[in-house]
Nanobody, 123 residues
């Protein structure tokens, strides 16, 4: 079992930056890849980025590469997502998730999910 708790969401203006974090706990966190997804109003859950279990490889959706940065710290079991150049369309609930696969991009490949943190970007 892996427990995931996101934090750091909030209200930010267009063009601003925000960092969200995910605290992971459980006996085998480092057996899992950790990824970030988001789900906007009326939209499907969308893959953002994933870090492999050793925190040596990151993979991004092309939609976010260069604007969002994922970071995994296995000494603290923290996964973070630094977001820049935020736009109103980035408004969503941001989720972290854990998968036993290497660098999965599909939501169904993830076994454990956090409760999400709301990010709202005002225009």
């Amino acid at each position: 079992q892996v427990q995931l708790v996101e934090s750091g969401g909030g209200l930010v203006q267009t063009g601003g930056s925000l960092r969200v974090s995910c605290a992971a706990s459980g006996r085998s966190v480092t057996d899992y890849a950790l990824g970030w997804f988001r789900q906007g109003p009326g939209k499907d859950r969308e893959f953002i980025a994933v870090a492999n279990k050793l925190a040596t490889i990151n993979h991004y959706s092309p939609s976010f590469k260069g604007r969002f940065t994922i970071d995994r710290d296995n000494t603290k079991n923290i996964l973070s997502l630094q977001m820049g150049g935020l736009k109103p369309e980035d408004t969503a609930v941001y989720y972290c998730a854990a998968s036993p696969l290497v660098l999965p991009v599909l939501p169904d490949s993830y076994r454990f999910w956090g409760q999400g943190t709301q990010v709202t970007v005002s225009s």
